[in-house]
């Protein structure tokens, strides 16, 4: 194993003394040093899938925009509809290039105080999406003059932890001393303080189970963490953070998304609202009216053999059509599947094809992308 | 602290070879299997296959990630274990327990190549 990055330059999040006391295998990961897995990935899967486990996810970036123009100028960047959507309420979508290319997928809040957004963006693209959204905030199109709010980059400032799982409820009610939580439904959030501090309670995440996403200072993290650890709730690392939002379908950027695969081809576009405007809707338009070459699909193959990412995929006849993006033996369903980037004509359910597993080549079928039949808190 | 077995043969690449007469018996090393974490698959080559020392003639695949079983030795497959077809997890279990291939070796001084337990334990630095 390699790594580029030396491990001297890697940042450490508010945890990384606790995942080295724990023993945790560390990885470089979107330039932290971050836990891959404190047991094993299989015991941490099925944690999650069966009662709770907890993640530390603070490597996350929080984007703050506030003021008279901030709702604006947020529909303008992001490809979700967020006009009429209330306080207290989440929002995925994602930023685009004008070209349809995708700079980052996120989490949009809508904050109690009006005018104000929380943006929670991916760890790999903090800075990329800090200098977007301030080139953006510079021009209006429409005044031609910069909208009329602020942009500030927190991410430093704020820790995360991810608690997920059929038992999360519990674990946040009873553990973490939470009572509110219990009231809160899918992708709606709170606010509270814990130590002085602001504590957002949000219930979202990325694994396919019901589940929250705390955040709060470091140090507020840390206790809560440890709180955690003495009730013997499971951690879990980002090894099977990748197993879990796989099953459920969920893509990763720079894996299923990225500047060159748009919503479109990503099959996201019900997260994309086309009756108002946003930077790249142009070419996601044409993109939908069939200007685009490839489709993202789940492919299931007849084998343990594993499909791993940038391995071939071909039509029975062995000709190249696509490539694997995501792929595993699927913990919680026994079957190898993945993710593959194919040729739109091969994408349609039940079209046979194969994957080039080393020097073997192992049939297949396309299928739908959410392998798990995912738990949501309704 | 990782097990390894005196008397057995080990390459740079983690696989361990017991000698049995002109059969060499090849698994890999408890250290690789710590190293890849739970395995879920075995890629077996098929008896008679060809191996040549120092390339490549299966695969384990963890969860995370695929790693490449290297030839010690080169030879002729005589015999593969098709019991860690069902139970991959037997390699996590028992490395050294868990042969993979044998091979009826067509040169057997490459054993001289290999390490001793020793050279390999100061390898894995343990």
């Known amino acids: ?378 | 602290m990782s097990k390894i077995i005196e008397g057995l043969k080990y390459s740079e690449s983690h696989e361990w070879v017991k000698v049995e007469g002109s059969v060499a018996v090849i698994g890999v090393s408890d250290f690789a299997q710590k190293e890849m974490g739970d395995i879920t698959y075995v890629d077996l080559p098929d008896v008679d296959d060809e191996v040549t020392a120092g390339e490549e003639f299966g695969a384990l695949e963890s969860v995370k990630a695929s790693s490449d079983l290297i030839a010690p030795v080169s030879g002729t497959v005589v015999a593969v274990n098709g019991d860690l077809e069902d139970a991959p997890e037997k390699v996590n279990e028992d490395a050294f327990g868990s042969w993979i291939i044998k091979v009826e070796m067509s040169d057997p001084s490459e054993l001289d190549n290999l390490l001793d337990a020793a050279a390999y334990r100061a390898l894995i630095g343990e």
């Open chain 1, 1 to 378: 194993m390699s790594s580029i990055q030396n491990d001297t330059e890697l940042r450490k999040t508010c945890l990384y003394d606790r995942h080295v006391m724990l023993q945790a295998k560390m990885s470089p990961f979107a330039g932290f040093l971050m836990p891959i897995q404190y047991s094993s990935i299989t015991v941490e899967h099925n944690a999650v899938r069966q009662h709770a486990g907890v993640f530390d996810v603070s490597h996350m970036g929080e984007i703050f925009v506030e003021g008279p123009e901030a709702e604006a100028f947020v529909n303008h960047i992001f490809t979700n509809e967020i006009r009429g959507f209330e306080p207290g309420k989440v929002l995925y979508g994602m930023m685009c290039y004008p070209d349809g290319g995708v700079v980052d997928d996120l989490l949009v809040y809508r904050e109690s105080i009006p005018g104000h957004f929380l943006l929670v963006v991916n760890a790999a693209n903090i800075d990329k999406d800090f200098a977007w959204i301030r080139e953006q905030v510079r021009q209006n199109p429409l005044t031609g003059k910069p909208f009329d709010c602020r942009v500030r980059n927190e991410s430093t400032e704020w820790g995360q932890l991810a608690v997920q799982g059929p038992e999360a409820e519990k674990v946040v009610v009873d553990v973490l001393r939470l009572p509110e939580a219990a009231a809160l439904g899918f992708y709606t959030f709170y606010d509270t303080e814990y130590h002085g501090k602001r504590l957002v309670v949000s219930r979202t995440g990325y694994t396919g189970e019901d589940g929250f996403e705390l955040y709060t200072a470091p140090e507020g993290i840390v206790e809560l963490w440890d709180r955690l650890m003495a009730a013997g709730i499971q951690p879990c690392g980002l090894g099977c953070r990748d197993t879990l939002r796989f099953e459920a379908g969920l893509p990763l950027y720079g894996d299923e998304l990225s500047e060159d695969i748009s919503p479109v081809v990503a099959g996201l576009g019900m997260f994309c609202k086309y009756d108002k405007d946003f930077i790249g809707k142009e070419a996601l338009l044409a993109q939908k009216a069939g200007e685009v070459a490839k489709k993202l699909v789940g492919i299931e193959i007849a084998d343990k053999a594993i499909p791993r990412a940038g391995y071939p995929v071909e039509t029975i006849e062995g000709e190249e059509v696509g490539v694997v993006t995501t792929g595993y033996h699927s913990i919680t369903l026994d079957k190898s599947i993945c993710f593959a980037l194919v040729d739109k004509d091969c994408g349609a359910l039940d079209t046979p094809l194969q994957v080039r597993i080393r020097k073997k080549v192992f049939p297949g079928k396309v299928v739908k992308k959410r392998f798990y039949q995912t738990n949501y808190k309704k």
